[in-house]
Every structure is written in C-alpha cells, then in structure tokens.
C-alpha cells in the first residue's frame, strides 16, 4: 500500500485496501459497520426486476455471507418471490453512513432452504 497519495497497489483509495478477496474487504468493511453505525449495519438494500423489467428495491437484513453468498431472510409469498422466479438476476447495496462507504453486489438470487435467499 503507498500511504503517500492515499492509494492502494491499484491506484484505488487506500480504504480498499490491498485485499484480493472483495470477501474479505466486506467482512472487514461490515466488521467497522457493526461498531460505527447507530442501527442496523445489516440493513440492505435488495433490487430485483418484474417481467416487464421493471426495477423494485427494498431494505432487508444480511442473515450471513461467506465466499458462497449473502443470505436473507424473506416470505416467498412476496413481490420479491414473484420477481424472483421470473428473473434472478438482483443486485444488493449496502449503505454505511458512520463510515461513507457503500457496497454494491451484482448476481444472481437462489431460493436456498423454505424461507431463505442469498444471492450468489
Ligand atoms: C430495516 C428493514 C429491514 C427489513 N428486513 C427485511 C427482511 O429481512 N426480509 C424481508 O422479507 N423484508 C424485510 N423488510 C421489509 C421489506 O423492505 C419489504 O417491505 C417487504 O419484504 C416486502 O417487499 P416486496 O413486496 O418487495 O416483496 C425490512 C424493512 C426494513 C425497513
């Protein structure tokens, strides 16, 4: 990391850090949340889309994440239920204002066991 100009190895703002894993760089990322933020550094933002392409986004909660995913709970009797059978294409953002920074996840979403999604 060059500590002079404030940037990482790949010219990126140094709080990105020189983490080859954007897995890693969460966890330390959501770690800083959970101590800095008021409520709810698990609080997410979820879009996915209708058939005619329509965008909808809605806040749930990160239940877990590793290399494999991001885990939430939801109600498949739900728009999000609906839209996901149709389309699972989905991205998720995470907003931390304690510390600026957000993250953003562009994938696909899987029905994991009866009530679970993560997206992959
Ligand atoms: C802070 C916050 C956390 C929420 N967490 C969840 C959640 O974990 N799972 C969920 O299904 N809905 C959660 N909700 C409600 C959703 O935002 C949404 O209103 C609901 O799931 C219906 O969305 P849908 O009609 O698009 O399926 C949360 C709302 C807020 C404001």
Redesign the pocket.
């Known amino acids: 990391m060059n500590q002079k100009n404030g940037k990482n190895s790949l010219g990126l703002d140094s709080c990105f850090e020189d983490l080859e894993n954007p897995i890693d760089l969460f966890k330390k990322w959501f770690s800083k949340a959970k101590e800095t933020e008021i409520n709810?550094p698990d609080?997410v933002a979820v879009a996915t889309s209708d058939k005619k392409n329509q965008p909808?986004v809605?806040?749930?909660?990160l239940k877990e994440f590793s290399d494999k995913g991001f885990v939430?709970?939801?109600?498949f009797n739900?728009?999000?239920?609906d839209e996901l059978k149709s389309n699972q294409k989905a991205s998720m953002c995470f907003h931390w204002k304690s510390l600026r920074r957000q993250i953003r996840i562009f994938s696909s979403l899987e029905r994991k066991r009866k009530e679970y999604c993560q997206i992959v």
């Open positions: 709810d609080a909808n809605r806040m749930v909660l939430f709970y939801t109600n739900s728009k999000k239920g």
